[in-house]
Each structure stands twice: as structure tokens, then as C-alpha cells.
């Protein structure tokens, strides 16, 4: 089992949409990803998003595909400038549990659970993108990520 971390898709801009939800693009690449990580066997036991419109866009999509039936629920304290530490010192492999958040937290969070610091940046996040963790006696680490583009 892991933690899967997606940072939200494409998101329209603010003169379209104030509350900048998912772009047709953001819609299309998030249920593509979804769909292939589906086609891998994986398993997602609960969705967590940030509240912001485009990330419950983001994890309904992912939950339509990956966990069909299940509610996805709002987390508190994962927005793009929050403290990666509170959710890093809680979240477990055994969870098999998504969080769809943002920029730069999604990075910093990777980087705080793979090194024990935010920085320096271990990897660049794609919108629609998951990255899968796992720990083992070592730590955590990243198992695989999947994204809509290779470049």
C-alpha cells in the first residue's frame, strides 16, 4: 500500500472562472490519468483535496475512477503556502489514501518525506500528475509517478 499525491489539473484562468476550476484540458488530462493508473490495479481507499475548487474537481474525478462510491473529504492546512510537517508526521503507507493539493506544498511535502527537509526540490509535479510514496525500513520513497506528458 502507499500515499498518492496528484497536484490538481489545468485550471482556467481567473478572468473565465474566479474560483479557477478545472480547464476542458485539466478535465480531460486528470480523467486520462485516472484512467490509466486504473488500468495498473491501482487502489485508492480515500481522496483528500483541499477545499479549493479545481483540487474537489481534480479528486472527483480520480474518485469516479479509482474509487467509485467513495465520498472524497475536504483536508485542512494543505494549500500552497501551508506547513508540509503536520500532514508529512501523520500520513502512512498503509493508508492508501490520495491528496489532491497544490504548488509549491505538493513538492515540499515529497521533498519533507523523502530527505526530512522541504528543500531542496526532489521532483517537479505535472497538473493531473500522481506520484506514488512508500516507506519501508529505510523511509519513504518515491515508488512511481504518472503524468500526462513525458517532456
Known sequence: MSVFLVQHGLSLPKTEDPEKGLSEKGREETLKIAEVAAGYSVKISKIFHSGKKRAKQTALIMAE?????????????????????????????DSNHMVVGHLPYMEKLVSYLTTGREAPKVLKFQNSGIVCLDQDESGWFIRWTLNPNIS
Open 65 to 93: 475512477i479509482l474509487c467509485p462510491g467513495s465520498d472524497i473529504e475536504q483536508m485542512a492546512d494543505i494549500s500552497a503556502m501551508d506547513d508540509v510537517k503536520a500532514l508529512g508526521d501523520r500520513l502512512g503507507p
